[in-house]
């Protein structure tokens, strides 16, 4: 996957807003198993009848890129057998050119990886889903220079060159920084998508956005020093940097399913919150090659996102708040970037607390 983490977190919103309106060798130690959820208990005291094991039943799960940290959870729950236990047959669609938000709101994926202004652009423009899970609780992304430029806060990006992703969100999100720090927030733009961190990092371009756990690391283990300042210090709202959608059809048809999935992927987030090292191995494990091109970055993502909290609170992985959707996709509305259906701006905030649900989390 390369540098490739910050073009998944923002490409998703773009791609279904246009679509919508329109129509590191990881340690190899032994590490805590995934344990079957309750719901696949044959029982739960001595005398008491055995619960019947429910049907299987096939999940398809849309990526939104190549296998990475941010999937981690779902590899650790299907090495260690947990869907198997809660009869789930989860499919992994590798990432194509059809966004998950797409594949998700026709049906041809149950659910898929998304962000939350992926999910706030698919759902305003009439998309049949809803997330129902945070699988990183807080915004994962930053401003990044040189750092051995004369670059040292954000107002001094004024008149500078952005690489950027061609993505409607980044300028906003980059100028109400700016202007936090007494800027006026004009900058030029270069469209290069994941070239951006490279002419960054040559000098061509004096800043772009990185995804903290993946080029931030790869930036490090390649000697290259960046310099970041991170939206939330400079009055961003928080943002759920990465979720997983599910069809709102589906869920309303096979809760039972819905529930029995997501009670095996919050156990397969919980071990990667407690176990990076040893969730590492087994996303490695469980994609072979994919890694081979910086076989250490797995394992320094995932020791990166469980050290600074990224998977959430223990004991309450993946849930989700009704001020942190609101917060944060209200700036998107704030700043005209929502449509409806009819592919026009929308005109009256949504309601931002029927985007997600913590109904299916265990």
């Known amino acids: 996957m390369q540098s490739a983490k910050l073009f998944v977190a923002l490409a998703v919103g773009v791609v279904l807003a246009s679509a919508c309106s329109a129509a590191s060798s990881p340690s190899t130690a032994a590490s805590p198993t995934v344990q079957p959820s309750a719901t696949s208990a044959q029982g739960s005291s001595a005398g008491a009848s055995p619960t ?14 190549t ?37 998700v709101s026709s049906g041809a994926a149950e659910c898929g990886i998304s962000t939350q202004e ?38 001094q ?18 100028q ?29 371009a004096d800043f772009t956005i990185i995804f903290n756990a993946w080029e931030g690391i790869e930036a490090q283990e390649r000697k290259v020093k960046l310099r970041t300042f991170a939206f939330t210090d400079f009055g961003m709202p928080d943002s759920y940097a990465v979720v997983l959608v599910c069809n709102d059809d589906w869920l309303a048809a096979h809760g039972d ?24 191995a087994k996303l490695v494990a469980a994609n072979p090659g994919v890694f081979d091109a910086n ?19 223990a004991g309450s992985i993946g849930r989700q708040t009704a001020a942190q959707w609101t917060a944060f996709s209200g700036f998107l509305f704030d700043t005209g970037l929502l449509a409806g259906p009819d592919g026009k701006p929308l005109t009256a905030r949504p309601d931002f607390g029927t985007y997600f649900t913590n109904d299916f989390l265990p």
């Open 52 to 65: 019947p094991r429910p049907e299987t039943a096939t999940v398809r799960l849309a990526l939104d890129w």
């Open 67 to 103: 296998p990475n940290t941010n999937h981690i959870g779902f590899y650790v729950a299907q090495q260690d057998g947990a869907y198997a236990a809660d009869a789930i047959d989860l499919k992994f669609l590798p990432y194509a050119s059809t966004s998950p938000e797409i594949l």
């Open 118 to 155: 992926g999910a706030t652009f698919a759902i305003a423009a009439g998309a049949k889903e809803r997330s129902v899970m945070a699988i990183l609780a807080h915004t994962a992304t930053s401003i990044a220079v040189r750092d051995d430029g004369a670059i040292t806060r954000p107002r």
């Open 157 to 174: 990006l004024d008149g500078k060159l952005y690489a950027g992703f061609g993505l409607p969100q980044e300028v906003p999100e980059l």
């Open 176 to 204: 109400s920084v700016i202007r936090a720090d007494g800027g006026r927030g004009g900058f030029r733009t270069a469209t290069l998508d994941t070239s951006a961190y490279e002419a960054l990092y040559d000098g061509k």
């Open 257 to 280: 399913v819905a529930k029995r999935f997501l009670a095996a992927t919050t156990a397969g987030f919980e071990a990667a919150a407690t176990d990076p090292d040893g969730s590492a």
């Open 295 to 313: 076989p250490a970055l797995p394992l320094d993502s995932a020791r990166y996102l469980a050290a600074n909290g990224l998977y959430g609170t």
